[in-house]
C-alpha cells in the first residue's frame, strides 16, 4: 500500500483547507483509512477515520464539527475538509490505513509522509 497526502499549505485563522490521500496497491475498499497529525514537539495525535464501507466516522474532540472525513471509491481517495482552522490546527497531517477504525497509531500499518499545515495571520 502507498498513501500520498497533498493538499496542505499556508490559512488564515477561520479559513479552510482541503486535504487529499491517494491510497494505491492494494483493495481500497478493505481499509479503514484515517488521519492523523504532528505539531513540532508534540505527539502524533489522531484526528479522523472512516471504516472500509464508508459507514463509519469518528473524530477527535478538538476537531469535531469543523473537520469532515470522506472517501471516494472510483478514486481511491480520502479527503479531510478543514474549516475553522485555528493555529492549533498547524501541524503535519499524515494518512494512514489499516484494517479497522481506531483512535490509536498501532492499528494502521501503513503511512504516507504527510502534507504541512499552516494557520496564521
Known amino acids: 500500500v502507498q498513501l500520498v497526502e497533498s493538499g496542505g499549505g499556508s490559512v488564515q485563522p477561520g479559513g479552510s483547507l482541503k486535504l487529499f490521500c491517494n491510497f494505491s496497491?492494494?483493495?481500497?475498499?478493505?481499509?479503514?483509512m484515517a488521519w492523523f497529525r504532528q505539531a513540532p514537539e508534540k505527539e502524533r495525535e489522531f484526528v479522523a477515520t472512516?471504516?472500509?464501507?464508508?459507514?463509519?466516522?469518528d473524530y477527535s474532540d478538538s476537531v469535531k464539527g469543523r473537520f469532515t472525513i470522506s472517501r471516494e471509491y472510483d478514486k481511491n481517495m480520502v479527503y479531510l475538509q478543514m474549516n475553522s482552522l485555528n493555529p492549533e490546527d498547524a501541524a503535519v497531517y499524515y494518512c494512514?490505513?489499516?484494517?479497522?477504525?481506531?483512535?490509536?497509531?498501532?492499528?494502521?500499518?501503513?503511512w504516507g509522509r504527510g502534507t504541512h499545515v499552516t494557520v496564521s495571520s
Open positions: 472512516i471504516s472500509g464501507d464508508g459507514n463509519m466516522t
Open positions: 496497491g492494494r483493495r481500497f475498499q478493505n481499509y479503514a
Open positions: 494512514a490505513a489499516g484494517g479497522e477504525p481506531a483512535v490509536e497509531r498501532r492499528y494502521y500499518r501503513y
